[in-house]
């Protein structure tokens, strides 16, 4: 249930703002916007507003970011209906994701197209208080390399093409923010060079590239990995790889995939020990069996197994998570031992910062957009306002 509410006080918990952790503390918020964050002694004038009180040992944090998600709850991107993505905005709050990029998969041209525009569409006019908001679009293939397919149907993967990209863009009415490419392909540099030009993150996935040619990449003026380990040159003492270079050059902030399944916690925390909370998004890779029982499902046309925690494909290759957001920043903390403070870096700062609406997203601060997390103390999702509407309530939707 969806309640919409202009003026909310949150009132008694652990506020984790941009600047400081606040022990015992309020949140007020007013049309969508946080406009006082404060400790309870200095909390005043609280009759007009609709109170919130909360265990003092619950947690706000701010909204989560998902910067490469599919699907969820039986939908997805590729379906290219608003049906499918209304699914997916009222999904994502459940599990802490209050903004998203919406991803999409290679496939032949025609059906990308239409989810491009199905999407766009979608941004411009549909949009609601609420839910959880598109920020835009992840372009993931079909621009990548057919040695690292992964899960991208080969038949349909081509190499970078900037007219085609162009024209998709135009599509969108502008709202591709990243793409993924392999950048050692004809024409991978040209479109990093073009990307970057334009504002738009040039993630450098699904590729065979060596160290040296993620050099060439960033001096293009890529800065971003996708899912850092899976379907990439890994890491060897004579070839870097593009792990290599992901741990050694900060320019580029690398997201992870921390389900215990893609990456092993050990890996995890051996990219946490290079990269730092700075260096690193937490991401889902979500496909739509996520919060759906154990079964088969489509991916692009291909049957999906998902079972125990794993989606494959009939060769057994793992074909995007069923993780939750929310679920990856308890793991992170679980695997590498850091405090909540860098997990928030990781799911809400960097995201945000990437797709530059820091100014408005991705922290607790006053003016910013009120996009919150109440966890329980279990790290569990309790509340979840998006545009400081609730969008989520954990004992309502109990009932």
């Known amino acids: 249930m969806i309640q919409q509410i202009s003026h909310i006080l ?13 022990e015992n503390g309020f949140i007020k918020i007013n049309n969508g916007k946080i406009v006082e964050i ?10 007009e507003f609709e109170i919130i009180e909360l265990p003092g040992h619950y947690k706000a944090i701010p909204g989560l970011i998902d910067i490469h998600i599919h699907g969820v ?4 991107t590729m379906d290219a209906t608003k049906e499918a993505l209304d699914i997916m905005v009222t999904a994502l709050p459940k599990e802490g994701t209050t903004s998203f990029l919406a991803t999409t998969m290679t496939q032949e041209g025609k059906q990308i197209e239409n989810a491009l525009i199905n999407a766009g569409q979608y941004i411009e006019e549909q949009q609601s208080i609420g839910k959880a908001e598109i920020l835009g679009l ?10 690292r397919a992964g899960a991208q149907p080969i038949q349909h993967i081509i190499d970078p ?11 969108t009415n502008g709202n591709i923010k990243l793409v993924t490419l392999a950048p050692e392909r004809p024409g991978g540099l040209e479109m990093i060079r073009y990307l970057k030009s334009n504002g738009i993150i040039a993630s450098i996935g699904h590729t065979d590239a060596t160290f040296d040619e993620v050099d060439e990449a960033i001096d293009a003026g890529a800065n971003h990995v996708t899912h850092l380990f899976n379907q990439m040159r ?7 790889g593009v792990v290599g270079a992901a741990f050694l050059r900060d320019e580029l902030k690398a997201e992870i995939i921390v389900d215990g399944v893609h990456v092993r916690p050990e890996m995890v925390k051996l990219a946490f020990k290079q990269k730092q909370s700075e260096g690193l998004i937490l991401i889902t890779d979500s496909m739509r069996a996520k919060c759906l029982k154990n079964g088969k499902y489509d991916l692009g046309g291909q049957e999906v197994t998902v079972k125990n925690g794993k989606a494959i494909l009939e060769d057994g290759t793992l074909a995007g998570s069923i993780l939750k957001l929310g679920h990856a920043v308890k793991n992170i903390i679980a695997y590498t031992g850091c405090p909540l ?29 009120a996009d919150i997390v109440i966890l329980d103390e279990e790290m569990e999702v309790y509340i979840t306002l998006c545009h400081g509407a609730i969008a989520f309530n954990r004992e309502e939707n109990s009932k």
Not at 38 to 47: Q, R, V
Not at 73 to 76: E, I, L, P, Q, V
Not at 234 to 240: A, T
């Open 10 to 22: 949150l009132k008694g918990v652990q506020v984790y703002s941009e600047d400081i952790l606040i």
């Open 38 to 47: 404060g400790s309870m002694e200095e909390l005043e004038k609280e009759n």
């Open 73 to 76: 709850n039986g939908a997805d």
């Open 138 to 147: 992840h372009l993931e293939g079909p621009f990548v390399n057919s040695k």
């Open 161 to 171: 093409d900037l007219a085609l990209f162009q024209k998709w863009q135009n599509l």
């Open 234 to 240: 890994g890491l060897h003492h004579r070839e870097p």
């Open 341 to 369: 403070e860098d997990a928030i870096e990781m799911a809400s700062v960097n995201p945000a910062k990437q797709l530059n609406i820091y100014d408005r997203k991705g922290s607790i601060a006053v003016g910013k957009d």
